[in-house]
Structures are given as C-alpha cells and as structure tokens.
C-alpha cells in the first residue's frame, strides 16, 4: 500500500500533526464509476460489517436510477467480478494472514483521496463509565469523542499541500472544495477509529499518568499497556506500537521481578545466617 506522507520538517514548517494520504477506490454510492466490483458492495452493503458499510451509505439513500445504474454495472462486469470472488475467498475467507482492506482499481485514472491525520490531545474527549452493564456485570464506556480546530488545519494544510505537489511535479491534478474539508472529515463521526490517550506517558506528572517505562506515577506496581499511554494518536494504526509496549513492559517486569526474587533470597540467608549465629553462641555460653 504507498502513502504519500508529510516530512518531519514539513510538519514543523506549517506547524500541523502528522498526515498520510493514499489514493483510493471512487465514491462507492456514486454508479458513474462503471465498476463491476464497487457496485456489487454497494448493492449488498447490508451484509458487510458496520465499520464499513457506513462507507457505503452516501449522504442520501439510492434513487430507483442508481441501483438500475448499480445492477447494470454489475451485469455488464462479471469477469472482473469472478477475478475478486475468487481472490476474496482465497484471501480473505480461507486464508490464515487475511488481506486487510478491499482495494479495487478504477477502470479511468480518478481515484478518490484515502488519509489518515493526527489528532491534537483534547480535554473535551472524554471515556466515562456509564450506568449500562455489561454481560459480566462491568459498567459500560461511554466514549464522548470530539475534535478540534487544528485536526481540522492539519488537513486543510496537508490537502493544500498535496493539490500544490501534485500539480507542481505534472503527475496529477487533486480536485477539492477547501470549504468542505471538514464536513467531510466529520460526516461518520469517529466509526471505526481508535479512542487513544486517556493515561498519556510523560516525564511530568502534572501532564502525564505514566513514566516512560508504563508506571503510574507515584506508584511501584501499576502498570498500563495499552494505547491509552499514547501521548498523541500520531496517524497510523496502533496495533503493532500497542505490541511492542506491552512486549518491551514484560521484558522489564520480567527484571524487576528477578531482582525481587533476588532480594528476597538474599534478605532470607541473612535471617537463616543470623538465626544460626544465634543458635550457635546461645549453645557455646550453655
């Protein structure tokens, strides 16, 4: 999967978040695309997982002409439609390591703009418990997610940057309306997102919950391994850093609990060797 993706020093320069676009699929709900393949998931979108099908819902629902222009698309396209069956069964349903994402190239040479962008930390975000249980008799989340006016710069800069690069070098042109960036970021809510922060590591207690080794501070023994350490979202999936913490606090708490072990042992002989010190002079004045 290529990215295009701001330079540290780009960041600096406009002062924005981190970024990172990748060109994408067209506008499902829309049948002018003429794919085969994207009509289908359009047509049966009540049978994909929530987190995507809010992609496919559009901003209204399907007139009686585009599900004909859908179900045309579909008749019209039945060998690159057996091509991505046949590699969603081996790739996806039978497969051990199952392909991520559904990536369908469009026959013209339009795509449409796919990005990942940093949040800035925000104290009106909040995860609260709620009255409502679970089934093991937990209180549920309730996640009050919410964004701020430099989430909204971080695209706007990074977009305009894109159109500029983009048109600059003659490898493309990027079509936007700038005045409705943020509609577009926020039309879904946070579907499918991941809430991090909440215990964010730091040097500082005053603005941080953990040290750099996942400790409360103040504490000896609580630790945390979770995204809720980070100190921002950055731009990518947390998956594989949520991993690499919690391997990196096991190799420490697997050290920390050796040197225990060894204190303890230590603190045991001298008790046994003062013990018997004892024994032995009480026995050598009997």
Same mark, same amino acid.
Request: net charge positive; proline share 5%; charged share 25%.
């Given at each position: 999967?290529?990215? =295009?993706?701001?330079?540290?020093?780009?960041?600096? +320069?406009?002062?924005?978040?981190?970024?990172?676009?990748?060109?994408?699929?067209?506008?499902?709900?829309?049948?002018?695309?003429?794919?085969?393949? =994207?009509?289908?998931?359009?047509?049966?979108?009540?049978?994909? %997982?929530?987190?995507? !099908?809010?992609?496919?819902?559009?901003?209204?629902?399907?007139? %009686?002409?585009?599900?004909?222009?859908?179900?045309? *698309?579909?008749?019209?396209?039945?060998?690159?439609?057996?091509?991505?069956?046949?590699?969603?069964?081996?790739?996806?349903?039978?497969?051990?390591?199952?392909?991520? $994402?559904?990536?369908?190239?469009?026959?013209?040479?339009?795509?449409?703009?796919?990005?990942?962008?940093?949040?800035? %930390? *925000?104290?009106?975000?909040?995860?609260?418990?709620?009255?409502?249980?679970?089934?093991?008799?937990?209180?549920? =989340? +309730?996640?009050?997610? !919410?964004?701020?006016?430099?989430?909204?710069?971080?695209? !706007?800069?990074?977009?305009?940057? =894109?159109?500029?690069?983009?048109?600059? $070098?003659?490898? @493309?042109?990027?079509?936007?309306?700038?005045?409705?960036?943020?509609?577009?970021?926020?039309?879904? @809510?946070?579907? @499918?997102?991941?809430?991090?922060?909440?215990?964010?590591?730091? *040097?500082?207690?005053?603005?941080?919950?953990?040290?750099?080794?996942?400790?409360?501070?103040?504490?000896?023994?609580?630790?945390?391994? $979770?995204?809720?350490?980070?100190?921002?979202?950055?731009?990518?999936?947390?998956?594989?850093?949520?991993?690499?913490?919690?391997?990196?606090?096991?190799?420490?708490?697997?050290?920390?609990?050796?040197?225990?072990?060894?204190?303890?042992?230590?603190?045991?002989?001298?008790?046994? $060797?003062?013990?018997?010190? !004892?024994?032995?002079?009480?026995?050598?004045?009997?």
């Amino acid at each position: 999967m290529r990215r =295009l993706a701001l330079t540290a020093e780009a960041q600096r +320069r406009l002062q924005i978040g981190n970024f990172v676009a990748r060109l994408h699929h067209p506008h499902i709900p829309d049948p002018s695309h003429c794919n085969g393949v =994207l009509s289908l998931l359009q047509l049966s979108r009540m049978f994909i %997982p929530y987190e995507y !099908r809010m992609r496919l819902q559009g901003d209204q629902p399907l007139t %009686p002409g585009q599900w004909l222009r859908h179900l045309h *698309n579909v008749v019209r396209d039945p060998l690159t439609i057996s091509r991505f069956l046949w590699h969603w069964l081996r790739h996806r349903t039978l497969a051990q390591r199952k392909y991520p $994402s559904i990536i369908v190239a469009p026959k013209s040479e339009r795509y449409s703009l796919d990005f990942h962008c940093e949040q800035q %930390p *925000n104290r009106d975000s909040r995860v609260t418990l709620g009255a409502d249980r679970d089934a093991f008799g937990m209180p549920r =989340l +309730r996640v009050d997610w !919410r964004y701020a006016d430099g989430d909204v710069n971080t695209v !706007r800069r990074a977009i305009a940057l =894109l159109a500029h690069e983009l048109r600059r $070098s003659g490898a @493309g042109e990027f079509e936007y309306d700038p005045e409705a960036v943020e509609a577009e970021m926020t039309r879904y @809510g946070a579907y @499918g997102g991941h809430h991090i922060g909440t215990a964010r590591m730091g *040097n500082d207690p005053r603005s941080s919950v953990v040290d750099a080794n996942a400790c409360v501070h103040g504490m000896d023994n609580l630790f945390i391994a $979770s995204a809720a350490v980070f100190p921002t979202s950055s731009q990518a999936n947390p998956t594989l850093t949520v991993v690499a913490l919690a391997l990196r606090l096991a190799e420490r708490l697997k050290v920390l609990h050796a040197r225990q072990r060894t204190t303890e042992f230590r603190a045991s002989a001298l008790q046994v $060797s003062n013990d018997t010190a !004892r024994d032995s002079h009480g026995a050598s004045v009997a």
